[in-house]
């Protein structure tokens, strides 16, 4: 996201909306926020934090999508793009999902985590994405990752428990696999575009030691919302 939030990349894709504006949106956790100090809590306690922690990061991101409606709701004569790092449904379909499943959130914290969250689907017309791209690691390259982060200091990859980002990749395999599927579940409370579309990119490839692979996939990104917009404007 960062290098697409930069020019060229940027520029490339505000032309496709004619001049357009592109927005990025990164998972927001300001100092002394109710996510940080949550965070903070969870880093010490996980099994103990996990259902405050998830409802502050419900929180931090219905703020941000009251920003993105802002933004696609106000006058604009040639179009706005918005770039998320993370997809809304990330929270309820990998995370709380894997927590539900591994025995860690208790049932009735699940099933309140999901009234709340539908009511936020509702009551803020939260609009899912029209494109998720999805970075494929396998979990093998993430334990390295989280292993060279530990060393290099970084308390909470030290706390991660084995075979937990297995886990969290099966979710996210699911998801991926079963996009359309699971995005069907939520047309009736949430705003879900009829071409609701996925494209799956393998991040096996350092971006930062190999800044040519970030050429490639900001060009496949871009290809994709060229399509996309071309097919909406013959259907207008």
């Known amino acids: 996201m960062n290098a697409l939030s930069k020019d060229p990349y940027k520029k490339d894709l505000e032309l496709l909306l004619d001049n357009g504006e592109l927005h990025t949106f990164s998972e927001r956790i300001e100092k002394d926020s109710l996510a940080d100090q949550c965070l903070a809590l969870f880093y010490q306690d996980r099994l103990a934090n996990i259902f405050p922690t998830e409802i502050a990061f419900l929180y931090m ?14 006058e604009n004569s040639h179009g706005v793009l918005v770039v998320e790092d993370r997809p809304f449904l990330d929270g309820p379909e990998v995370f709380v999902k894997r927590m539900i499943q591994s025995g860690e ?4 914290h699940a099933n309140l985590y999901k009234t709340m969250l539908r009511q936020v689907l509702e009551k803020e017309h939260i609009r899912l994405p029209d494109l998720m791209v999805y970075l494929r690691s396998e979990p093998e390259l993430l334990e390295k990752r989280r292993e060279k982060r530990a060393k ?6 030290a706390s991660i428990q084995p075979g937990y980002l297995k886990e969290i990749h099966e979710c996210y395999e699911h998801l991926v696999t079963n996009w359309k599927k699971v995005t069907a579940r939520y047309q009736e409370i949430a705003i879900v575009p009829p071409d609701i579309d996925l494209i799956v990119l393998p991040a096996e490839i350092d971006m930062v030691d190999h800044p040519d692979y970030v050429h490639v996939a900001a060009a496949t990104i871009r290809e994709k919302v060229r399509r996309i917009i071309a097919a909406r404007r013959n259907n207008a």
């Not at 991101?61 to 106000?74: A, C, D, N, P, V």
């Not at 959130?105 to 009735?108: D, L, N, R, V």
Request: glycine share 8%; aromatic share 4%; net charge neutral.
């Open 61 to 74: 991101r219905t703020q941000q999508q009251r920003e993105i409606r802002h933004l696609m709701t106000r």
């Open 152 to 157: 290099d200091g970084d308390g909470y990859a």
């Open 105 to 108: 959130m208790p049932e009735a």
